[in-house]
C-alpha cells in the first residue's frame, strides 16, 4: 500500500517567494495533519483536518502559513512570503481515525 | 496543555544490549502513547503504542510500558542491532488528534 505521499522533498527558495507543500494522505484515512521540525523546537503540530475541514490552526506560526484540503485525497501547506527561519522539515501525516497516525517521508525547505 | 518530556537525549548502548526510553507525562487525561522511530532523512515511523486501559505491550524485540498513576511510560529495546540505530520520539493524546511529541532521544548500537 502506498503511504503517505509528499512532493516535493527538498525545496530551497530564496526569501521573499512564495512555496507550497503538497500531501497525499492514505486513502480511506479522514484525518490529515501538517507538522514542522526543526533542531530547537522539535516536532510542532502547525494544523489538522477531519474530513478535509480544518479543527485547529492554532500551531500555524502567523498569517503567511496558510493551509488547504480540497479534497480527500490532497492538502497544501503554502507560505507567502518566505522567509529563512521558515527553513524546516515539513511533514505531512494521516489517521484513519482514532489514534494512529502515518507520517509521510516529509519536505525539507532551505529559504536562503 | 499537555506537556511530554523524554529522557535520556541521546544514548549509546553495545549490540546485543537492552536500551530503554522514558517518557512522562502532565495531563491525566492522556490516554494514547505512541512511540516512533525516525531514521536519517525519513518520516517518523509508529513502531509499538499503548493505550491507557493496558500496563505493558509486547511485539518482538520492543516493548512499552505505561505507569498511569505516576504518568510516565517508557520504551524497552532488547537485543538491540545496528539497525535500531535512530531517533524515537514518544508522544501522548487524549483526543486522537494532537499529539504532544518528547524532544527525542537519538540511539546508537555499537557493533
Known amino acids: 500500500d502506498a503511504g503517505v505521499i509528499q512532493s516535493p522533498r527538498h525545496e530551497v527558495t530564496e526569501m521573499g517567494q512564495e512555496v507550497t507543500l503538497r500531501c497525499k494522505p492514505i486513502s480511506g484515512h479522514n484525518s490529515l495533519f501538517w507538522y514542522r521540525q526543526t533542531m530547537m523546537r522539535g516536532l510542532e503540530l502547525l494544523i489538522y483536518?477531519?474530513?478535509?475541514?480544518?479543527?485547529?490552526d492554532s500551531g500555524m506560526p502567523e498569517d503567511r502559513f496558510s493551509a488547504k484540503m480540497p479534497n480527500a485525497s490532497f492538502s497544501t501547506l503554502k507560505i507567502q512570503p518566505s522567509e529563512p527561519r521558515d527553513s524546516a522539515v515539513y511533514f505531512c501525516?494521516?489517521?484513519?481515525?482514532?489514534?494512529?497516525?502515518?507520517f509521510g517521508p516529509g519536505t525539507r525547505l532551505t529559504v536562503l | 496543555g499537555e506537556n511530554v518530556e523524554q529522557h535520556p537525549s541521546t544514548l549509546s548502548v553495545q549490540e546485543g544490549d537492552s536500551a530503554v526510553i522514558k517518557c512522562t507525562y502532565s495531563d491525566s487525561a492522556s490516554n494514547y502513547f505512541p512511540w516512533y522511530k525516525q531514521e536519517l532523512g525519513k518520516g517518523p515511523q509508529l513502531i509499538i503504542d499503548?493505550?491507557?486501559?493496558?500496563g505493558e505491550k509486547k511485539d518482538q524485540r520492543i516493548a512499552v510500558t505505561l505507569n498511569k498513576t505516576a504518568k510516565h511510560f517508557s520504551l524497552h529495546i532488547t537485543e538491540t542491532q545496528p539497525e535500531d540505530s535512530a531517533v524515537y520520539f514518544c508522544?501522548?493524546?487524549?483526543?486522537?488528534?494532537?499529539?504532544?511529541f518528547g524532544t527525542g532521544t537519538s540511539l546508537t548500537v555499537i557493533p
Open positions: 508522544a501522548a493524546s487524549n483526543t486522537g488528534n494532537q499529539f504532544y
Open positions: 483536518f477531519n474530513n478535509n475541514v480544518p479543527i485547529d
Open positions: 501525516a494521516s489517521s484513519p481515525g482514532g489514534d494512529t497516525q502515518y
Open positions: 499503548i493505550r491507557s486501559n493496558v
